[in-house]
């Protein structure tokens, strides 16, 4: 059985950072591609970021630049790098995994950017 959970998100002022977590059981985290989402109230998710089993990376084109996506194969984990956080970025923030034709979620991790 495949679990994903994620955590390290929180309250955070404009321009700090954060970094998300994003830890498997069930799966060797390793050898799939794994994506980082995001949903902010009253939008679609959409794709932030994501890991190839080659450590490649791919970013949307609006999220070039701020994050920094990475893992850590001893820890079965997948990090997410946020800096110069911005209001717009609120949102919960998903990982993803597809394993035999099946895609795999967190619960989410609700980041805040108020001041």
């Known amino acids: 059985q495949v679990h994903l959970v994620e955590s390290g998100g929180g309250l955070v002022q404009p321009g700090g950072s954060l970094r998300l977590s994003c830890a498997a059981s069930?799966?060797?985290?390793?050898?799939?591609?794994v994506d980082w989402y995001r949903q902010a109230p009253g939008k679609q998710r959409e794709l932030v970021a994501s890991i190839g089993n080659g450590d490649s990376t791919y970013y949307a084109d609006s999220m070039k630049g701020r994050f920094t996506i990475s893992r850590d194969n001893a820890k079965n984990t997948v990090y997410l790098q946020i800096n110069s956080l911005k209001p717009e970025d609120t949102a919960v923030y998903y990982c993803?995994?597809?394993?035999?034709?099946?895609?795999?979620w967190g619960q989410g991790t609700q980041v805040t950017v108020s001041s």
């Open positions: 069930g799966i060797i985290f390793s050898v799939y591609v």
């Open positions: 993803k995994v597809v394993k035999g034709g099946y895609a795999y």
